[in-house]
T-cell receptor, first 116, second 109 residues
Framework: KAGVTQTPRYLIKTRGQQVTLSCSPI?????VSWYQQTPGQGLQFLFE???????NKGNFPGRFSGRQFSNSRSEMNVSTLELGDSALYLC???????????????FGPGTRLTVL | LAKTTQPISMDSYEGQEVNITCSHN???????ITWYQQFPSQGPRFIIQ???TKVTNEVASLFIPADRKSSTLSLPRVSLSDTAVYYC??????????FGTGTRLLVSP
């Protein structure tokens, strides 16, 4: 079974631009979560989508948004990029939302975003 | 949201058993305890999850005392490839996992 895929793997943008990242979950997984990882803040939860609905949201500004399509693929958008948005953006999929059976998250390799 | 505390770093040698303890004093009744492993420039990888007592799989064991205020991840006979950051997470389904600073495990020959 193919794992979680994220595209692109690397991205360089300038301040003020916007960016869209894509995540394809493992086949059959309906939950997709997004995380931001930086050396200073560690891994921080952005949001989770399940069956095309945002189920949980972390403490990030409205510049960070996402969506999920009917095939469970998800996109994350960051508008008006700031230098501090430079990070590794990770996507994770799981069978179910919540924790317990079926909730194991499988992470993708991430998208490394650099904002200049 | 339950806060977790774990050692910042640990050192071990190949072939030894490593036990990483995580403290979560304000764990809630519905919270599960989950451990992930992360290598540099890769996404975290699920290791094990439990609710109470002991859980064992092919790579690790998770020990949870009756009061559930702490948990211990046990890695038997570590190898160099077990050098990584290990995260302990506690939570329910209504917020996604909150990763702490993790424990950097260094395994030496």
């Amino acid at each position: 079974k193919a794992g979680v895929t994220q595209t692109p793997r690397y991205l360089i943008k300038t301040r003020g631009q916007q960016v869209t990242l894509s995540c394809s979950p493992i086949s059959g997984h309906r939950s997709v979560s997004w995380y931001q990882q930086t050396p200073g803040q560690g891994l921080q939860f952005l949001f989770e989508y399940f069956s095309e609905t945002q189920r949980n949201k972390g403490n990030f500004p409205g510049r960070f948004s996402g969506r999920q399509f009917s095939n469970s693929r998800s996109e994350m958008n960051v508008s008006t990029l700031e230098l501090g948005d430079s990070a590794l953006y990770l996507c994770a999929s799981s069978l179910t939302t919540g924790l317990g059976g079926g909730s194991e998250q499988f992470f993708g390799p991430g998208t490394r975003l650099t904002v200049l | 949201l339950a806060k977790t505390t774990q050692p910042i770093s640990m050192d071990s040698y190949e072939g030894q058993e490593v036990n990483i303890t995580c403290s979560h004093n304000n764990i809630a009744t519905n919270d599960y305890i989950t451990w992930y492993q992360q290598f540099p420039s890769q996404g975290p990888r699920f290791i094990i999850q439990g609710y109470k007592t002991k859980v064992t799989n092919e790579v690790a064991s998770l020990f949870i005392p009756a009061d559930r205020k702490s948990s211990t991840l046990s890695l038997p006979r570590v190898s160099l490839s077990d050098t990584a950051v290990y995260y302990c997470l506690v939570g329910t389904g209504f917020q996604k996992l909150v990763f702490g600073t993790g424990t950097r495990l260094l395994v030496s020959p």
